[in-house]
């Protein structure tokens, strides 16, 4: 499958009722539905995916992120660690609190992992550039969490989550198209998230959580 933003985007159209079987959309419609599949996809990182981010510091170099933790760094150059063992959904971020990365170099250790989809440790080195990354567990890679840059970009999930998207993202454009969406659609996007959650569902930075929208036991 692997689709691509533009094929999201046009699906979706088609789905919420506002571009026929066959035509090709209109650029300002695209450009609108692009901001909101970006939109809706940083709306994901700390509610269906991982846990909300938790300002943290560190003194010494190496040092080691846990999950769930952003990290403001010291005027110096300094390593750190990704979170070790990490589940599908955890995250971390950095954070160049002093303005300094052209100078002093942070680099990021993935701890056996991909990061960006390399072995290699991960050098930030331009100033005011941080960033936050989530664990996609099937590829074993840290993921820059970034909007779309293009019409043409990757989908940088697994295929069965990208088949729920065009459905989640027509429900989210229905109100600006002022259409009445499919209850088959509607439901579509229910089961999109309720997977999204289960896969990548919030968890704490010492321990463990349940997925959004599933009770803890007791």
Known sequence: MSLSVRDVMERALRLNGALGAGDTPGADDLAD???????????????????????????QSPGQAENGGEYALPAAAFTLS????????????????NLD????????????????????????????????????????????EADFAAYDSAVEWPDAMIAYMPYMLALVIAPEFN?????????????????????YGRRGRNGLEPPVGVPAAG
């Open 101 to 144: 990365f052209a100078t002093c170099n942070c680099t990021i250790n993935p701890n056996g992992r991909l990061i960006n989809g390399a072995a290699a440790s991960l050098v930030l080195s331009t100033s005011g550039v941080g960033g936050r990354w989530w664990y996609r567990g099937d590829v074993g890679g840290w993921i820059l």
């Open 179 to 199: 259409t009445e969406l499919r209850q088959d659609v509607i439901a579509g996007a229910a089961e999109g998230r309720a997977f999204m959650a289960r896969t």
């Open 82 to 97: 990704a979170p070790l063992k990490p589940h599908s959904g955890a995250r971390f971020g950095v954070v160049d609190a």
């Open 33 to 59: 539905v692009f901001t909101a599949f970006n939109t809706m996809k940083r709306a994901w990182f700390g509610t269906l995916i991982g846990p909300r981010m938790s300002p943290q510091a560190l003194t």
